[in-house]
């Protein structure tokens, strides 16, 4: 009886100690989102809910410009936009190419393909 009641408290303890851990730190996401074109973008126009339009750009934004003159390609080029839903226009010529409405969660990247 000993030996169960001895095992017992053992088993306690140990679960008391482990079972209650505390993680220091906040786990706090990116609050900003974006919102990346793919596909054929030559001459391609968008507006996002209805704002400003602008012209796509598919390529690679720019950095680190060296000594000979050159430039560096470091990422794709990336639209930011608030966490949400959005109403997303692109146009070539006079023909709508592209008339979506998408979710983007907090610090999340949508691709957006343009046929």
Same mark, same amino acid.
């Given at each position: 009886m000993k030996k169960i009641n001895t095992t017992f408290l053992s088993l306690l303890v140990l679960v008391l100690l482990f079972g209650c851990v505390y993680k220091e730190g906040i786990i706090? !996401?990116?609050?900003? $989102?974006?919102?990346?074109? $793919? #596909?054929?973008? %030559?001459? $391609?126009?968008?507006?996002?809910? #209805?704002? &400003? !339009?602008?012209?796509? &750009?598919? #390529?690679?934004?720019?950095? %680190?410009?060296?000594d000979t003159g050159k430039v560096d390609k470091k990422g794709k080029t990336l639209y930011q936009v608030k966490p949400g839903r959005h109403e997303i226009i692109v146009k070539r010529g006079n023909e709508i190419r592209v008339n979506r409405v998408v979710l983007i969660s907090s610090g999340a990247t949508k691709e957006i393909n343009i046929p």
């Open positions: 706090q !996401p990116d609050q900003k $989102s974006y919102i990346w074109f $793919s #596909g054929i973008t %030559d001459g $391609s126009i968008a507006t996002i809910d #209805g704002g &400003e !339009p602008f012209k796509v &750009e598919i #390529g690679y934004y720019y950095n %680190d410009q060296t």
